[in-house]
């Protein structure tokens, strides 16, 4: 590396300030009863130090390149660009005008932009690199829904930890991820990223998240920083379209939308994204009160935050900003600090803030924002610590890496539906036909937002049965689902029209002890702009199946999918439904063992499944209204569809196992029922009342019944996986304090009222055990 003077000076000034009194300490919390607490990072001074004595010599444009982020620009395999576009952005990194750059991935690649950035520049400030490690890097986990239906936060860090080790091995050093955008509609893409339509669920999951990303040690060459999106209200966008509108109210924003990202706050997670909708006629992008009064001011955020693709040249299209320029001002002033390829920050923020129109202070506190959390990641001691070839060669796609997200994998499985205990089945003697183009497909298990992986590298669902000889297992098609994919294509053409290989598959079907049928999405049917208005089988696929049914009805259905189905023929129809979701390299090695029971599946529904479109957004935790239920006379006048029922097909936190568990013996012990330091403990007792060994995650739930702004008809609020032997017992305890027994007000306060409480506590949303305190 080039032996720069001014860079060696400036670390030499750092330690001369390090004893300098530190002027950016930790702010206490909000309120005494706020649930935002001290993030687990803490500024180093040592860090700070450094930090400011580099400010101290970079110029205005130096300061603003640290804010600007490309994509990769040239092909690195080939020489430097010397003209157009490539070639300016080229000239603007030996400048040292590009703080991060994106989608550069492997170490030979990585190298080369950081050796231009470190080596040819006036500074040397290293870039960050940054990447889409959605739920994996080579070796792919479940997508992020699917984990989240394990309901195992250890396991959901460890996979996190394993993308982590994999990305850092491979140049990189930074992720946008995790998304913790919560959301009530199956028909936005986008829910196949996030952790469902639970608030505490998914503020445990962003917690386990950001922890596995970034570990105890952020600069550890195998921890990556992480970022929380989108901030904030993405997942609540008008018709389940993406990048549409949101409009909701504060009491929505600030108990349903903001706890996943206060957890990932209070985690330490280092950077944010800010989100492409609008939120009070603002877009995210240029908002304020989001990003400078409520995260930086009020959740005292230290890390920094990065735009979401091309969001600051978008508040154009929204009507917002008249051009660039303004966008660019816009966006600053709002709190945004890093431009991803909108190319506004690099080209007009010097001429705003000559014009006066921007403070300089505000481009110092984004530059500092991000040169600290590069000093956090070890780039200033060694900007070649992500780039070791032979720690690539050994991390990317090791045998234990395969092993833990098979792990993960079975964990994200639900049964849904097994009359008359067709699963598990038999491991000999059946003649078995699985039927489903997906049943052989190796890159739809990958699921979408896996553009680190290699195409067609998953286990197939026929390959994990292969596995097991004892059976005679048959395999037909059906009916092609796709016609193409390609990675992000334009569109997913879905087959509507050819049903030539039916016959093969229903003659085969005849002769089958056991039929299994793989159906559902492709991989690239959910996802970023992969939103849709209907949500059936795709194609063919429900007229294969009842076809099939028609000469077996001893079905299994395996679903693969990305978002909840409306699966309400199946249910009525076929004995035994598996919800599969998209689970990545092992994918077919998992389902074949839930399959054969050589795992009995544990996972728990994290979105309810609605009975038809037309009732979503579907959620367990909705208001009572005024008119909840049926009048004891027969009128029309109540909370209703005259079409359909009003409750989901499966609910949230459903799912069954192989075995029985019986909830029993509900006991509150009030150590403390004051409102000021409220102490409840809840105990139940969980019988394995079945024949296998099996897991089970026992969910409590609470009801506030009259409060100052009204809440829903449940809560979860606790939530804890045990295993239990056949015949076993064991007491499960929960305790209910000052971070679960309040809500927040509309300005945002976490408030705790006197009042009257149920508790529920069973195996899902629609638990039936109950009992009740009261708060004084």
Known sequence: MKKNSIFYLIVAFAFIVISCKNKVQKAEAIVSESTIEKPLTSIDPLIEAKVDSLLSIMTLEEKIGQMNQYNGFWDLTGPSPKEGAAAEKYEHLRKGWVGSMLNVTGVKNVM?????????????????????????????????????????????KKSAQIAAKEAAASGINWTFAPMVDISRDARWGRVMEGAGEDPFLGSKIAIARVEGFQGDDLSSDSTIAACAKHFAGYGFSESGRDYNTVDVGTSTLHNIIFPPFIAATNAGVRTYMNSFNELNGIPATGNKMLQRDILKKDWQFDGFIVSDWGSIMEMSAHGYAKDGKS????????????????????????????????DEQLIHDAAKRILRVKYELGLFDDPYRYCDEQREKEVVGSLSNK???????????????????????KKEGQNITLIGALASDKNSPLGSWRIGADDDTAISVLEGMQKYEGNIVTYEKGAEVSIGATLFPKEVKINTTDKSEFPAAINAAKEADVVVMVLGEVGFQSGEGRSRTELGLPGVQQELLEAVYEVNKNIVLVLTNGRPLVITWADKHIPAIV??????????????????????????????????????????????????VLPEEDVVFWSHYSDQENTPLYPFGYGLSYTKFEYQNIQIQEVSISVKHPNIKVSVDI????????????????????????????????????????????????????????????????????????????????????SNFKLK
Do not use: C
Request: glycine share 8%; hydrophobic share 40%; proline share 5%.
């Open 327 to 358: 966008a660019a001002e816009l966006a600053i002033n709002a709190g945004s600090d890093m431009d991803m390829e909108s190319h506004l920050y690099v080209a007009h923020l010097a001429s705003l803030v000559e014009e006066g129109k921007v």
């Open 403 to 425: 092993e833990a997200v098979l792990d993960i994998a079975k964990k994200s499985i639900v049964l849904l539906k097994n009359e008359n205990n067709l699963l598990p089945l």
């Open 579 to 628: 919800e599969a979701w998209q689970l990545g390299s092992q994918s077919g090695h998992a389902i074949a063992q839930v399959l054969y029971g050589d795992y009995n599946p544990s996972g728990k529904l994290p979105m309810s499944f609605p009975r038809n479109v037309g009732q979503i957004p579907i959620y367990y935790n909705y208001k009572n209204t005024g008119r909840p």
């Open 687 to 770: 019988t394995n009342s079945g024949d296998y060994e099996g897991k089970e995650v026992v969910q409590l739930y609470i009801r506030d019944l009259f409060a100052s702004i009204t809440r829903p008809v449940r809560e979860l609020k606790g939530f804890e996986m045990i295993s239990l032997k056949p015949g076993e017992t064991k007491t499960v305890d929960f305790v209910l304090d000052k971070t679960t027994l309040g809500f927040y007000d509309n300005n945002g306060t976490w408030i705790i009222e006197p009042g009257e409480f149920e508790v529920y506590v069973g195996g899902s949303s629609r638990a039936v055990l109950m």
């Open 112 to 156: 080369k932009v950081q050796k231009v950035a470190v080596e040819e520049s006036r500074l040397g400030i290293p870039l960050i690199i940054g990447f889409d490690v959605i739920h994996g890097y080579k070796t792919m986990s479940p997508i992020p829904l699917a984990e989240s239906a394990s309901w195992d936060v250890e396991a959901i």
